[in-house]
């Protein structure tokens, strides 16, 4: 039996850059704490809490409840997703310092959005209202934004002169795609900009051919994490013998009867240390 591991696994360039500046600052002896959880990985995490991360809970700092005062000679990390003007604001009131580690194409949907919100456009964005970088988007124009994600949603859409679609840079083409034409049908001006990452774009269709490829695939992620959900079900389409696992102990050894080759992979949150790790384990489990 081979356990193989998805050669294109690992972080994604913002998650890796967010992390690196982390990392960086803390080996110049600098206190550093992330605007929220800089990654959907508890193992990573524990990790950069071990070298010294701290972390500050974003919706009680946004509620006054963590000042100035408590972040006394310490760098506030702004995670990949970005933040909204107004919690921007709020940072430079209270003069604390920042690391801003936003995703560059987090920040061109920033800028795409207040252009177009400035011409009088009312913003469609097509991605998980919860989801903290669509949070942040949200700001930037907040009066004329709808967030649409399921099928139908699309009936919230009143009659509109001019409409900017864009998508949350993680969700999958398709539901991008299903929008566009939907929308297209009852707006009389639509800028469609497809802001999907396209390195994220590529790896869904890498993890739906590496599922492909091994008869039995193991996906390590956090549940928590919104882009490891979608490559999942993709793989899991692709690979009914495919199973999500947070942890060591999830692991079955049954999944294993009869398999020729096992692939280990994991969405844009996971690291590739952790895949290793995974890796050790199951060829101890079996005896490889």
Known sequence: MKINIDAYAGFCPGVRKAIQLA??????????????????????????????LNQIDQDQFEKGKATSGSLNETLLLIRAHGISPQLSEQIKTQNINCLDATCSLVTRSQKLIQQYCEQG????????????????LQGYCQDRVLVVFYRGDERKILQKEKVLLIAQTTIEEDRFNYFTKKIMKGVDELVVK????????NRQQQVVNFSKQNDVVVFVASRNSSNSKILFELCRKSNPRCHFVSSIAEINRE??????????????????????????????????
């Open 121 to 136: 456009f009312e913003i469609v964005i097509v991605g998980k209202k919860d989801h903290p970088e669509v949070k942040a």
């Open 255 to 288: 999944w294993f009867s009869e398999a020729n080759s096992i692939g280990l992979t994991g969405g844009a949150s996971t690291p590739v240390w952790q895949l290793l790790e995974f890796k050790k384990l199951i060829e101890h489990e079996l005896n490889l």
């Open 23 to 52: 990392e960086q600052q803390i080996k110049a002896g600098k206190k550093v704490a992330a605007l929220g959880s800089l990654i959907h990985n508890e193992r990573e995490l524990e990790r950069l809490r071990q070298l010294g």
């Open 194 to 201: 497809n802001t999907i990452c396209p390195i994220v774009k």
